[in-house]
Structures are given as C-alpha cells and as structure tokens.
Nanobody, 119 residues
C-alpha cells in the first residue's frame, strides 16, 4: 500500500492549486485521510482532514481550502484558493488504511509535494 501526492507547484499569491493523493495497493478500507504541511524551520501541522464525510480545517486555511475524497478511486484532493506566501510548504497526505488481510488500520504517508507561493 502506498500514497502518492501530486499537484504542487509555483503560484502567485491569490492563485489556486489542487493537490491530489492517490492510495494504491491491496486496500481493504480507508478511514480518515488528511493533509499536513511543513514549512521551512517549522513543525509539521495539520491542514485539513476528512472522516466519514466530516471535514476539519486549520484556522489559517478555513474559507480558502477544501478537502474532498473519492472513495471509489481511493483518492483525496485539496483545493487551495487565494493562496498566500505563508502557505508555502511541503504538503503531505496521510491516511489510516487497513490493508487486505490485516486486522488493524495502519498509518501511511505520501512522499510530499512542494507548494511555493510567491508574493
């Protein structure tokens, strides 16, 4: 099982990007999925999560970012609008996944995708 994040890039302040995170492999079920980010010199922080359709967001991105999921394709998205220079970070996707044949959920992380917002 692995997670693959994509969609990062360079954008001007006020612009938009859409990140994708695809889960692949022998998957029995996926519970919660989330996006984290880590800016240079800072700790990794939770940006948004989705669990059973309930969405939560960090205060800093409320009203600008939207998390969504496509259960049929095991894919999660993060639509980021009105981007600000302080949104510059490496974005990581995370999911609690139960691999086929396993009795437990396991933590999986994507490799990360860089988002750079210029002023």
């Amino acid at each position: 099982v692995q997670l693959q994040a994509s969609g990062g890039g360079l954008v001007q302040a006020g612009g938009s990007l859409r990140l994708s995170c695809a889960a692949s492999g022998s998957i029995f079920s996926i519970s919660d999925m989330a996006w984290f980010r880590q800016a240079p010199g800072k700790q990794r922080e939770l940006v948004a999560s989705i669990f059973n359709g309930d969405r939560t967001y960090a205060d800093s991105v409320k009203g600008r970012f939207t998390i969504s999921g496509d259960n049929g394709e095991n894919t999660m998205y993060l639509q980021m609008n009105n981007l600000k220079p302080e949104d510059t970070a490496i974005y990581y996707c995370h999911a609690d996944i139960r691999p086929t044949g396993s009795d437990f959920d396991e933590d999986f992380w994507g490799r990360g995708t860089l988002v750079t917002v210029s002023s």
